[in-house]
């Protein structure tokens, strides 16, 4: 129906002739949507026992007992806790470089768009989603029962983790360049690695270097857990605290891991936004 | 020094993009191709660098018929210039320039971003023919569209080819960016001999800059005459 038409049966009869075309303000998909989260909300707390109202009612009484027996923080040892923080970063720094150096062929692999083929394609997806699939923290227990407690452990676990994700962001922002520099190089006849370093790489590189940057914040923060199954670093001294019941040493720990991922997140953001 | 001979491409999706298309180019011609969108303009360009891969009919190119095995020495004298530039934004404009002579670089040492001295002089002299000489360590991203195609000129003149093939290379330029690139093409055309085959919207471009028009509609050529005769030919095309 054309606009002239409209505007005509809008002056015979306006009402009728445009009621048929208002539509419900929420349609029927959003309607099951909503009452299926509801459904399942409701089944998952009744499933896990949950009270909310407890849960709301005795908070304040379990946050002001804990916060007794954890201040004030207890910084007696500073100097060994700020040497197992930079432990904890030395392991986050060498993890994500095993982690980069693992995922840049495998990314070049797994991308749709420049894999060599179907099957190269396929085997890489597959590795890229395992070890995206395995939590670090599994691959680390595993790794302390190989190869003992200490930095190692942790380190292998975040390079191998971690590899799994940035080969999957990689590949993502491989497959969605413009193709517009691929064509024409491969029209003045380069090769094709000529073309991935000409024409691919140098559009990933902003990506590439704020994904790294993320997964090194994302990995400094996991490393502080992984020293609880013995991998090194601050975690180790988090859960000795604990084991001991220090909580004042505990609350110290916290403040030093909150302060050192405070300063990393406000410096890689920096960084990020200097990247073009 | 250009032989095209009952070209025929047909897409997958049922589109038959080029009907038999036959024409003949002398070397220093400077031929605009017009036609409506859809008409097949891009397809025969790519056919004759091989972005398209020649399925029926035949290009014969410097009295050599263009096979896969040969495209390398092809696309060595060829040159392409395309209406998005397509070039790399975050590389410098030399860098850009210089991604035009991969093809007879080292493997090795252009992944390293490597290049001789008189590689980086060639681009220097590249960039300096289309007046950008200046911004050769600008990042492309920072230049005007009109200064972006010159980069994008300048990148398919480095090898220094025998044949342009431009891809509506002022379309997504304004008037005087547009006028100022056409004037660039023919001075190219003329001061080194390159033949240019320039697909185009612009009748009044192609009338003030070419010497022949092919007129191309649905895959076929409606006519092939001489610039000065497109006046009396164009409504034929768009008819």
């Known amino acids: 129906m054309n606009n002239k038409n409209i505007f005509k049966l809008t002056e015979n009869n306006p009402k009728e002739n445009l009621e048929k075309y208002l539509r419900p303000q929420w349609s029927w998909k959003t309607i099951i949507f909503i009452i299926s989260t509801i459904v399942l909300l409701t089944v998952v707390t009744i499933d896990l026992e949950i009270n909310f109202i407890n849960l709301f009612t005795d908070f304040f009484k379990y946050f002001a007992d804990i916060l007794s027996r954890m201040l004030p923080p207890d910084f007696s040892n500073f100097n060994e806790l700020v040497y197992s923080m930079i432990e904890t970063i030395e392991i986050a720094i060498l993890g994500t470089f095993i982690a980069i150096v693992l995922s840049i062929p495998l990314a070049l692999l797994s991308a749709k768009n420049i894999a060599p083929n179907i099957v190269i394609f396929f085997i890489a997806r597959t590795i890229t989603v395992f070890f995206r699939a395995i939590p670090e923290f599994i691959i680390a227990m595993i790794l302390v029962i190989a190869i003992g407690f200490g930095a190692m452990p942790g380190v292998l676990a975040l390079g191998i983790h971690t590899m799994g994700f940035l080969a999957k962001f990689y590949a993502e922002d491989i497959e969605h360049i413009n193709k517009g520099p691929v064509e024409a190089l491969r029209s003045s006849g380069a090769s094709k690695r000529q073309i991935i370093a000409f024409a691919v790489i140098p559009q990933i590189i902003p990506s590439f270097v704020a994904n790294n940057l993320y997964i090194l914040d994302r990995n400094i923060r996991m490393a502080t857990m992984l020293g609880i199954v013995g991998a090194g670093g601050i975690g180790y001294e988090l859960q000795s605290a604990f084991r001991m019941f220090e909580y004042p040493k505990v609350s110290a720990i916290i403040i030093i891991i909150f302060i050192t991922i405070y300063i990393i997140d406000n410096l890689s953001s920096y960084i990020r936004s200097k990247i073009k | ?239």
């Open chain 2, 1 to 239: 020094m250009l032989e095209i001979n009952n070209l025929r491409k047909n897409f997958n999706n049922g589109t038959h993009a080029l009907k038999g298309v036959s024409f003949k180019v002398k070397r220093g011609e400077f031929i605009s191709i017009l036609g409506p969108s859809g008409s097949g303009k891009t397809t025969l360009l790519r056919s004759i660098n091989g972005l398209e891969p020649i399925e029926n009919g035949e290009v014969i190119f410097n009295n050599n018929k263009i096979t896969k095995e040969n495209l390398p020495e092809v696309q060595k004298k060829t040159g392409m210039i395309f209406q998005e530039f397509n070039l790399v934004n975050n590389l410098s404009s030399i860098n850009n320039v210089l991604t035009g002579l991969l093809n007879s670089s080292s493997k090795f040492l252009s992944m390293l971003y490597l290049f001789t001295k008189e590689q980086k002089l060639e681009a220097l002299q590249s960039l300096k023919t289309v007046g950008l000489l200046e911004k050769s360590y600008s990042r492309v991203d920072e230049l005007s569209g009109g200064q972006r195609q010159r980069i994008g000129i300048a990148r398919a003149i480095i090898k220094k080819p025998i044949l342009l093939l431009a891809d509506e290379p002022v379309a997504s330029l304004d008037p005087k960016a547009a006028l100022s690139t056409m004037k660039l093409l023919k001075k190219i055309n003329k001061d080194f001999n390159i033949t240019i085959l320039c697909n185009l919207h612009q009748t009044n471009l192609a009338m003030e800059f070419s010497d022949r028009v092919i007129g191309l509609s649905d895959g076929s050529i409606i006519f092939d005459e001489e610039a000065k005769f497109l006046e009396k030919n164009i409504n034929k095309l768009y008819s």
